[in-house]
């Protein structure tokens, strides 16, 4: 997929008509378009153009309430146009089928009031879409081009730090599992699972679809909670404006006791940070063995019941093969000779005193689950219970804190402080109610993991079932090899991601035999970083810049992994980087990257080395120059980059 042209009219900064030809020609060398400007020039709404054109409400995150998102839209119209209407034109080239076919999309949107409204055109090889109605229009667009790699392929400085400084969201895990094409795998085995389902017999397959459809339920509903968590949150957000605003009209008034007030705000916030870490620990032992610590008694008869199994699973094992001994010397009567039924008796008897044992059904092997069982230990049961006292400790200190600023008075400017106040109980209340949206959210995710785990026992059966069934036995079977290749997929990609991260690294960084060797997480993607003493490499002891590298590193080596030919949109990815890391960007990274690479940047970041360096393998240069008087940007064409900057 490659960008031919964007349009941008009466967006940010760009009052009228602005468009930008973003052709490249990758045989030639030249796959970069530089665009240039000051900061506050209209770099970062060129970019987020080119998102909002896509994927509209979705382009501000996953779960953007829809007043926040027409917030945005009224926010982005020029403030000094002629209209309030504004628009962007993007169009694009992909392959299909062997053959370039072209598309355009048109996102406008006009003020009436205080209200938006939008509009959404959808152009295929010149021609309207005939088999496509309006509504599908913006799913048919994330299709071409999955939201979930948009991040990974169009970033800014901030993306980049992101991903310098932890190992990544859980949106981000989702995106390149998509790049990896790890999703289609799940997908299928999805499907061949509804496709089971419906050979079993009625009552599982009916099972199978109310749980599927319980499942779809549980997830609108939590979407919905979330988008009412999202709007509670753009409300939240404006009354702690309005309590700073209101802070700094108190202080202005100057109320006598504001250095002891400001020492208890600052108190608050260290804890609520340290609630913010407490949580997050215990919601990561929670997610391990600990919760059966709570039940000791009932961990005990486990472990006694999953001993007497696998005992059972001896004793039967032993009883077999008395018993097949014994029919084959009664089929060849020069041993029955020898062994007689007293024998056979003798043998029983060491095992037969088992007999009266209860039958013991477990969900898993025996040694399994003793061997996890094991894992438990009164340390990390102390260490549960530390934290839980330290948590509740904390959160009567945040109580008793935030009652010392309600009953605040100093006898002076009552006016700011009674504004002050007003403010801080909206955003009391307010705050309130999150915590009470988050607890309705979390109810959610608990009844959506029942209804999982419901599915996965109700698969399991089905499994059973359908073995006899020639159709469920193929999908089952199909079902089997997707696992196999599933496995051996991932560990493929991840084997060559590991393998191309540390090149990309290693060329990009001023040290280039810092990494020898990346360990990646199939699970979660976490990454460690070992050096060529075999020591593991901490990314908290890597310079700013090293960690910049780093993340530039993972995503491009991620896009060299998936195979995929996307453009690369980056902004202002050189403001954290000394001089020779830039030039390694510029040298190495750049022109190589992909078939078309969008470079924003300033012009303290694009110095006249980095830029005789580029120059080869520029396409084409604009210029952005913005004033302050008349609120908004030109934009230019440039011949020579390098020629501009001397």
Partial sequence: ??????????????????????????????????????????????????????????????????????DHL???????????????????????????????????????????????????????????????????????????????????????????????????????????????????????????????????????????AEKETLQKELAAEQDRRAELQSRCDQAARRVERSEAAYRSEGGRHALSREDALARLRLAEDEQAELSSQLKRAANELLPLSLAPLLVQQLHHRASEARQENHSNAIRD????????????????????????????????????????????????????????SDGRQNLMAQLAAKFDRNRELRAKLKRELEGFDTGQAEKALADLKEAER?????????????????????????????????ENALKKLAQEERGSDFALRAQSALASFGSALLKDRISRLQSEFVACFNRLSRKKS???????????????????????????????????????????????????????????????????????????????ASNQVILLCTDTEMTPTLAETLTPHIARTYKLEATTEARRTSVSSVNNLYEELV
């Fill in 1 to 70: 997929m490659k960008f031919r042209e964007i349009a941008l009219e009466n967006v940010g900064l760009y009052v009228g008509k602005h468009t930008f030809d973003l052709e490249t020609a990758p045989s030639e060398g030249a796959n970069v378009v530089a665009i240039l400007g000051h900061n506050g020039g209209g770099k970062t709404t060129f970019l987020d153009a080119i998102r909002l054109a896509l994927y509209g409400r979705r382009s501000l995150g996953p779960r953007t309430a829809q007043s926040t998102y027409e």
């Fill in 74 to 212: 009224l926010r982005k119209i020029s403030a000094t146009a002629s209209s309030r209407e504004a628009a962007i034109t993007l169009s694009f080239v992909r392959v299909e089928n062997g053959r370039d076919i072209s598309y355009e999309i048109t996102r406008a949107w006009s003020a009436r009031g205080k209200s938006i409204v939008e509009t959404l055109d959808l152009v295929r090889e010149g021609q309207p879409i005939s088999d496509l109605d309006r509504t599908e229009y913006a799913q048919y667009v994330e299709d071409l081009v999955p939201f979930g790699l948009s991040q990974l392929f169009f970033f800014d400085g901030e993306k980049i730090q992101e991903i310098a400084d932890e190992d990544g969201s859980v949106g981000l895990r989702d995106a390149i599992r998509s790049l990896l094409g790890l999703d289609i795998i799940d997908q299928l085995q999805t499907d061949l699972t509804v496709y089971t389902s419906r050979r079993a017999d009625q009552n599982t397959s009916g099972n199978i679809e109310r749980l599927l």
């Fill in 321 to 376: 093969f008395v018993d097949a001994f014994e029919k084959r010397c009664r089929t060849d009567r020069s041993k029955m000779n020898i062994w007689s039924d007293n024998h056979f008796d003798d043998l029983r008897s060491d095992f037969d005193t088992d007999r009266g044992r209860q039958n013991i059904h477990l969900f898993a092997e025996p040694d399994w689950i003793l061997q996890r069982l094991g894992l438990l």
């Fill in 426 to 458: 909206t955003l009391g209340g307010l705050e309130r109610d999150l915590e009470f949206r988050d607890e309705a959210i979390d109810r959610k995710l608990r009844e959506l993991d029942t209804v999982e785990r419901r599915f996965k026992q109700e």
């Fill in 514 to 592: 810092l990494v020898s060797k990346v360990e990646i997480n199939p699970t979660d993607f976490s990454v460690i970083l070992i050096g060529s003493d075999g020591v593991t490499i901490e990314k908290s002891s890597l310079s700013a810049g090293e960690r910049q590298i780093y993340a530039i590193s993972m995503l491009w080596a991620l896009g060299k992994t998936s195979g995929r030919q996307l453009p690369i949109v980056i902004d202002t990815p050189f403001s954290r980087l000394d001089q020779s890391h830039r030039l390694s960007i510029v040298r190495d990274y750049l022109p190589t």
